[in-house]
């Protein structure tokens, strides 16, 4: 087991991800939890619902290797045509 030096750290929205996943955007399910942000691979337009919006809001020409700082709760298929997309929570 790899030994991990802040393992008895509290987590906040400053500290550094500690859980990524891929994101496939999908116009009706939630992420398996909300972000704290972000990273885009390939730059596009990106259409998301922010934590605590009801509505979509959509990013035009985001370049890729962008992170948006977004706490984020869904990413839209309908309106989003960036890829490789990558959860940071």
């Known amino acids: 087991m790899v030994s991990d030096k802040f393992d008895s750290s509290s987590d906040s929205l400053i500290a550094p991800s500690s859980y990524c996943f891929a994101i496939i955007p999908n116009d009706a399910q939630n992420l398996p939890v909300v972000t704290k942000a972000l990273y885009v691979g390939s ?17 035009v020409n985001v370049a890729s290797g962008a992170i948006l700082d977004v706490r984020v709760s869904q990413v839209r298929a309908t309106g989003t045509d960036a890829s490789d997309l990558v959860g940071l929570a």
């Open 43 to 59: 730059g596009g337009r990106v259409t998301l619902v922010p934590v605590d919006n009801t509505s979509p809001v959509t990013f």
